[in-house]
């Protein structure tokens, strides 16, 4: 059998990395950019990682969807804050049985997906990695890299490990993606916020790396607070994170190299926060359940002014 | 008889204001002052306010409290984040009987100096001032400037109108200040903490001014919400601010001139906050209480953390 044929939506440091990866191992990646296209046809693609780079000349890069048209695997590497964009870009790739994976933050964005394509198989894929792109077709990969996947179901409730998640687990663990399933997407969802929504609030609000939050004793009480509203919420939601999680993502950080979040790291920039994919969905789940989430509707309230004027 | 004669520890914006206006109007003033001592002998004391300017040629500062000795009335108007060295200020200052007036920010600050100082009759004054200090002996009042003064007393309970608030609050009168009587010292410092509270972290935490918080409907749904966990504190210790209040507090403050809260001035200019004041103290109060104060919390965190980085 051949390789599976993929497209990566989105030429950041999200789709550069993986999709670099991907294409230097012998799959055929087309990339569809925007602005970039013109550089990436001409210059390819470099990525810096810890371990060596990775120098791709020849890059397939469009700007038109169907100019790629339908592929096996579509990675949606985009940030969530061009969501509404996918409505177009995303119908022409897609085939009956494609894998549509959406590397992304946040939550709720695979049943948006799967009601856009219900022909589609709908993945989440979620990166635990430091990235970042310095140009366009110049990616850094500074630190970590796994990822996790899971699949979207109608009933939300666990998919089980599907041959979907299987084929592109494969394909990620042969270019050295360190890959793990999962049989329920939303609890793995959920135990991303248990992460993100302290450290990707709190990072911009306080302008401070995860090494002087998590060293801060005060501010390390905050974290776990923020960080058991989210647990309470996945609990009742019906995907709970299991005993133990907080402690372990209090004690992960601990050990962790110093990190910008890309909440951060978009805030630097200048670029819009992903506040609707990573606090307001969740939040809105959680008050509909009825379960009390002070402090992170605070985080979000406080991110709110501070995105606001950071775009004015 | 003659004029009260008044002691004003601290030559800071609070004390160089209301003291100076004392002076000017006839009151024998003495200030107590650190490093300044000399400037202000030599310089004198010049106020700059909204409706003219106050110039004392001649002041009488003193650096040693023993130089000044036991007078009628004190204002305090130190920061509290200095209140340690009131210890050995004040027993020279006080006689049986002589009023100390603590304009100072926070909350249990009364009680601590009526232990220390058995014979002295001790108030509380409330400056809802905007002033700042813009080098030694010279000072900005910009806008508002009354006071409001209450009565300690041992059993914690209303103090009614006391004869020793009446003759402060007819000096500072006389000398064109804003004076409200309060017979509930506690009640009244839980209003001023009802505004204290958000404004202030929040402006050291945002980076905003009054005017930004107020007008984002999400940053000003979360000061609402801080001021209820104040008031809900208020009302478990039996000073409840009264129905209404919190409504009326978001009213004033979109009708008012844009301010900078003082912790906001102190961060600015690196000095430390006065957390234990404004947020500690009355937080355990809360904590002892039962009242749950999520979102105060997280901002005294939150403030903890900025506060070290300042300082460091």
């Known amino acids: 059998m051949s390789k599976r044929r993929y497209a990566v939506v989105g030429t950041g440091a999200i789709g550069g990395l993986y999709g670099a990866r991907l294409a230097s191992v012998g799959f055929d990646v087309a990339f569809l950019g925007r602005s970039d296209v013109e550089s990436l046809r001409r210059d390819g693609l470099f990525v810096a990682t810890p371990t060596g780079d990775l120098v791709l000349d020849a890059v397939t890069a469009e700007g038109d969807p169907k100019r790629i048209g339908p592929v096996d695997v579509v990675l949606v590497t985009i940030k969530t804050t061009g969501q509404a964009a996918l409505t177009e870009l995303l119908p022409p790739l897609v085939r009956p049985g494609t894998i549509v994976v959406l590397m992304q933050n946040g939550f709720g964005l695979e049943a948006d997906i799967a009601a856009l394509l219900p022909d589609a198989?709908?993945?989440?894929?979620?990166?635990?990695?430091?990235?970042?792109?310095?140009?366009?077709?110049?990616?850094?990969?500074?630190?970590?890299?796994?990822?996790?996947?899971?699949?979207?179901?109608?009933?939300?409730?666990?998919?089980?490990?599907?041959?979907?998640?299987?084929?592109?687990?494969?394909?990620?663990?042969?270019?050295?993606?360190?890959?793990?399933?999962?049989d329920d997407l939303l609890a793995a969802r959920w135990q991303k916020l248990v992460w993100n929504m302290p450290f990707n609030g709190l990072s911009v609000v306080l302008d401070a790396g995860t090494d002087e939050m998590i060293g801060d004793a005060?501010?390390?009480?905050?974290?776990?607070?923020?960080?058991?509203?989210?647990?309470?919420?996945?609990?009742?939601?019906?995907?709970?994170?299991?005993?133990?999680?907080?402690?372990?993502?209090?004690?992960?950080?601990?050990?962790?190299?110093?990190?910008?979040?890309?909440?951060?790291?978009?805030?630097?920039?200048?670029?819009?926060?992903?506040?609707?994919?990573?606090?307001?969905?969740?939040?809105?789940?959680?008050?509909?359940?009825?379960?009390?989430?002070?402090?992170?509707?605070m985080l979000a309230d406080q991110l709110h002014l501070l995105d606001a004027r950071n775009r004015r």
Do not use: N, W
């Not at 979207?152 to 793990?180: F, K, N, Q, W, Y």
């Not at 909440?263 to 307001?280: H, N």
């Open 218 to 297: 005060r501010a390390r009480r905050l974290v776990r607070a923020l960080m058991e509203e989210v647990a309470a919420a996945a609990d009742a939601h019906g995907h709970g994170v299991g005993d133990g999680f907080v402690d372990k993502m209090i004690a992960d950080t601990e050990a962790m190299t110093p990190y910008a979040p890309s909440m951060k790291l978009d805030f630097d920039a200048g670029r819009p926060l992903e506040s609707a994919a990573i606090y307001d969905t969740p939040l809105a789940v959680a008050a509909s359940l009825g379960v009390a989430t002070p402090r992170l509707s």
């Open 121 to 182: 198989v709908v993945l989440g894929g979620m990166c635990f990695v430091c990235a970042t792109r310095t140009a366009p077709g110049r990616i850094d990969h500074l630190d970590y890299g796994a990822v996790t996947l899971g699949q979207h179901t109608a009933h939300g409730g666990p998919s089980g490990i599907t041959a979907s998640m299987a084929a592109v687990a494969e394909d990620l663990s042969s270019a050295g993606v360190r890959v793990a399933t999962r």
